[in-house]
Nanobody, 118 residues
């Protein structure tokens, strides 16, 4: 089971980024997928989660109305569209397979860095 995140980078406050999580070694459609993030000195926290068919989602209060999670099971990919980014969104973002929201399972990707700074 492998998860690979991409799409991170440096963006100015108010900007947007879209993260991707590509799965291999298993059928993505069988699992809920979550996005988590961790910044220096802080615990990893749940950002958003989507169930296996995309019919249900959850969001942390801090990102509601700004972030949107979606999935394309045919492409084995889950996305996190992030709008109106703030400096406090700066973190390493990880995807996770089969989380028990808001906690992750043991199946993590390697992470992608998102930095929001002017």
């Amino acid at each position: 089971l492998q998860l690979v995140e991409s799409g991170g980078g440096l963006v100015q406050p108010g900007g947007s980024l879209t993260l991707s999580c590509v799965a291999s070694g298993f059928t993505l459609a069988d699992y809920a997928i979550g996005w988590f993030r961790q910044s220096p000195g802080k615990e990893r926290e749940g950002v958003s989660c989507i169930n296996n068919d995309g019919g249900g989602t959850n969001y942390a209060d801090s990102v509601k109305g700004r972030f949107t999670i979606s999935r394309d099971n045919a492409k084995n990919t889950v996305y996190l569209q992030m709008n109106r980014l703030k400096p406090e969104d700066t973190a390493v973002y990880y995807c996770n397979a089969n989380p028990t929201w808001p906690r992750g399972s043991d199946y993590w990707g390697q992470g992608t860095q998102v930095t929001v700074s002017s």
